[in-house]
Structure formats: structure tokens, C-alpha cells
């Protein structure tokens, strides 16, 4: 059960975050979040290939 967040504790955050932020700043908070995952994940995504890359160019290499 570690690591899993149910309903409960969902709804609980995002009223923490509604009262502390306010409806106004919520949206560009949401923009802001999403668009760093994004970046991560295109990062880590980036890194994988170039991983992926190494290992196929050290496989040719010796043969």
C-alpha cells in the first residue's frame, strides 16, 4: 500500500493546494507541473536512447 494514493487522498491535496494558491494561481500552477513532467520525461526518454545508442555502437564494436 505504500505509494498508492487513493481518492481520498487526492481530493485532500488539491483542497490544500486550492486554499493555500487560490483559484486564480491553481491553473498556471497545473501548466507549470505539467510542463515540467514533460521535460523530464523527454529527458529521461533522451537519455534511454542515448544509453540504448552506447550499447548498440559497443555491440558493433566488437564484432
Known sequence: MIGRIGMMEIIL???VALI???P?????LG???GNGLREFKKATS???D??????????KDSK
Open 20 to 22: 493555500i494558491f487560490g
Open 24 to 28: 486564480a494561481k491553481l491553473p498556471e
Open 46 to 48: 533522451e537519455l534511454k
Open 50 to 59: 542515448s544509453i540504448s545508442l552506447e550499447d548498440v555502437d559497443k555491440d
Open 13 to 15: 491535496i488539491l483542497s
Open 31 to 33: 501548466r507549470s507541473i
